[in-house]
T-cell receptor
Framework: AQSVTQPDIHITVSEGASLELRCNYSYGATPYLFWYVQSPGQGLQLLLKYFSGDTLVQGIKGFEAEFKRSQSSFNLRKPSVHWSDAAEYFCAASSGGSYIPTFGRGTSLIVHP | NAGVTQTPKFQVLKTGQSMTLQCAQDMNHEYMSWYRQDPGMGLRLIHYSVGAGITDQGEVPNGYNVSRSTTEDFPLRLLSAAPSQTSVYFC???????????FGSGTRLTVV
């Protein structure tokens, strides 16, 4: 079955430190890949997406993600975290048929001052 | 340009009651979906539509109905509310799925 796994439920970092959130997918072919961010009480906002081409993609708010086919991964990175980055982050993937995405369970980012 | 509009934002229902969650988008998106979000479960797909007149079931469709009579609107109907349907519901739309979704701000539903 197609699935998206975010291994870390919570991640705690200090403000100014670098960040990497992990995402692994289980799909037969290369899926469309996405990262979304959700601030408390809000809807989800698209951070970045990948469907082909350069495997390092840039998104909004200074985030980037790298697609690694050999590892079935699409990890999200940011070189220096700001307190306002504290939120829930969701990885999603879609493939075949209608391409409706499946979401991971999310990673909660906590930023210490 | 309102994006995806969901109403109401909050709702309390009694067990057995029915209601409709509204979702409208003004971006001429063909794809629309309903998800529910529960703690630790991420977003789970309830129903989706790939265009007016076309709907299909997602991962957790039981207890919910949808219809898509226009491109703009995609209402979600709870037929007979149960406490297990207490959740936050999100509507999302997309022009092309490779572009990703635009999400509404959600409806927080409590069934007592």
């Amino acid at each position: 079955a197609q699935s998206v796994t975010q291994p870390d439920i919570h991640i705690t970092v200090s403000e100014g430190a670098s960040l990497e959130l992990r995402c692994n997918y289980s799909y037969g072919a290369t899926p469309y890949l996405f990262w979304y961010v959700q601030s408390p009480g809000q809807g989800l906002q698209l951070l970045l997406k990948y469907f082909s081409g350069d495997t390092l993609v840039q998104g909004i708010k200074g985030f980037e993600a790298e697609f690694k086919r050999s590892q079935s991964s699409f990890n999200l990175r940011k070189p220096s975290v700001h307190w306002s980055d504290a939120a829930e982050y969701f990885c999603a993937a879609s493939s075949g048929g209608s391409y409706i995405p499946t979401f991971g369970r999310g990673t909660s980012l906590i930023v210490h001052p | 340009n309102a994006g995806v509009t969901q109403t109401p934002k909050f709702q309390v229902l009694k067990t057995g009651q029915s209601m409709t969650l509204q979702c409208a988008q003004d971006m001429n998106h063909e794809y629309m979906s309903w998800y529910r979000q529960d703690p630790g479960m991420g977003l789970r797909l309830i129903h989706y539509s790939v265009g007016a007149g076309i709907t299909d079931q997602g991962e957790v469709p039981n207890g919910y109905n949808v219809s898509r009579s226009t491109t703009e609107d995609f209402p979600l109907r709870l037929l007979s509310a149960a406490p297990s349907q207490t959740s936050v519901y999100f509507c999302a739309s997309s022009y092309r799925m490779r572009d990703g979704y635009t999400f509404g701000s959600g409806t927080r539903l409590t069934v007592v």
